[in-house]
């Protein structure tokens, strides 16, 4: 198993519905490590930058205006697997579609507003990473 790390964003719902520690509770207990954490509200042009890859999308203006809409919290996970193992803590995209015991299953409301965002690649985490955190806030 290869030790990588991952970016997770609690995103704004997360936040307004108190659960930002309910959530990183299970990263920990799953085995994962925080390396670095913050909170954040992103502008508009920060929320379109960091999903440009989804800017043809039909979704595009309402997932950045949402993601725009409140504070978040970003975070640098890390571990065996750790990639993989925030999407299977994290379940499908649709909370309808989302496994029992899922962050998404159990907090999230609609395919809009999924509570959590995680990488889907080590490829894409070490960019995204890069998209909010300095070497030096890594631990
Ligand atoms: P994921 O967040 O599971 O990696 P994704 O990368 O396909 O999913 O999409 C990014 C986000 O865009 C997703 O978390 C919520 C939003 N989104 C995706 N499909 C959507 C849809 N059909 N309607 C509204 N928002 C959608
Ligand atoms: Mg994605």
Known sequence: MAVERTLSIIKPDGVEKNKI???LARFESAGLRIAALKMAHLSRAEAEGFYYVHKARP????LTEFMSRGPVVISVLEGADAVAKNRELMGATDPAKAAPGTI???LATSVG???VHGSDSAENA?????????????T
């Open 104 to 106: 998404r299953k159990d």
């Open 113 to 115: 507003e999924n509570t």
């Open 126 to 138: 070490a960019w995204e990473i890069a998209y909010f955190f300095a070497g030096s806030e890594l």
């Open 59 to 62: 979704f595009f203006g309402e």
């Open 21 to 23: 520690g309910n959530i």
